[in-house]
């Protein structure tokens, strides 16, 4: 079955930097868009970028541009979000999730989630 | 881009139904079908209910369905349960790879 789990996350003071993974199985990681999705804590599910499945493609919230970068490893089936410049309302639960084979699709399949603070 | 319009409470006794509703605009909403629902319980990661409007995954109860009409897009629940007791996020494609969120609605079985 679909399997994603979140790594990389904690406590991190304002201003720098932290790189989330997300190991990726149980499905062609190859043929599929990933994105991030984060939720502050006693908040909403906030969408934060996608990559296609070839990497041709990303995208992000305007809340995050210029700052975060999505990138993954076909060959290692992982998922990246280097996550620069942070801000205390960076803060939350980065979810990874799993699209379709169209970059538009939603996300299907979602991981446990990492945790995030952002705090001096 | 403005969060999707969802009531932030819904109720209903066991056996009934219950409508959560998705309201958003013509560039999300009402431009595509890429509309999706997820449940989601205190300290787990949401779960997908409903995608492209109406289709169900496999193993979601056919209890969940999903319809849309102009901007707004709707979830029922049938045959209410306690264990649907959960708050529910909706979501829409917005073009240029972009995706947007509903603010979620904490649905209480009385």
């Known amino acids: 079955q679909v399997q994603l789990v979140e790594s990389g996350g904690g406590v991190v003071q304002p201003g720098r930097s932290l790189r989330l993974s997300c190991a990726a199985s149980?499905?062609?990681?190859?043929?599929?868009?990933m994105h991030w999705v984060r939720q502050a804590p006693g908040k909403g599910l906030e969408w934060v970028a996608v990559?296609?499945?070839?990497?041709?493609?990303?995208s992000y919230a305007d809340s995050v541009k210029g700052r975060f970068i999505i990138s993954r490893d076909n060959s290692k089936n992982t998922l990246y979000l280097q996550m620069n410049s942070l801000r205390p309302e960076d803060t939350a639960v980065y979810y990874c999730?799993?699209?379709?084979?169209?970059?538009?699709?939603?996300?299907?399949?979602w991981g446990q989630g990492a945790l995030v603070t952002v705090s001096s | 881009q403005s969060a999707l319009t969802q009531p932030p409470s819904a109720s209903g006794s066991p056996g009934q139904s219950v409508t959560i509703s998705c309201t958003g605009t013509?560039?999300?909403?009402?431009?595509?079908?890429?509309v999706s629902w997820y449940q989601q319980f205190p300290g787990e990661a949401p779960k997908l209910l409903i995608y492209?409007?109406?289709k169900r995954p496999s193993g979601v109860p056919d209890r969940f369905s999903g319809s849309k009409s102009g901007n707004t897009a709707s979830l029922t629940v049938s045959g209410l349960q306690a264990e649907d007791e959960a708050e529910y996020y909706c979501?829409?494609?917005?073009?240029?790879?972009?995706?947007?969120f509903g603010r979620g609605t904490k649905l209480t079985v009385l």
């Open positions: 149980g499905f062609t990681f190859g043929k599929n868009a």
């Open positions: 492209e409007v109406t």
């Open positions: 999730t799993r699209g379709g084979y169209d970059s538009s699709e939603l996300p299907k399949y």
């Open positions: 979501s829409s494609y917005v073009g240029r790879y972009s995706v947007i």
């Open positions: 990559v296609s499945f070839d990497r041709s493609i990303t």
């Open positions: 013509s560039t999300d909403v009402g431009g595509y079908n890429y």
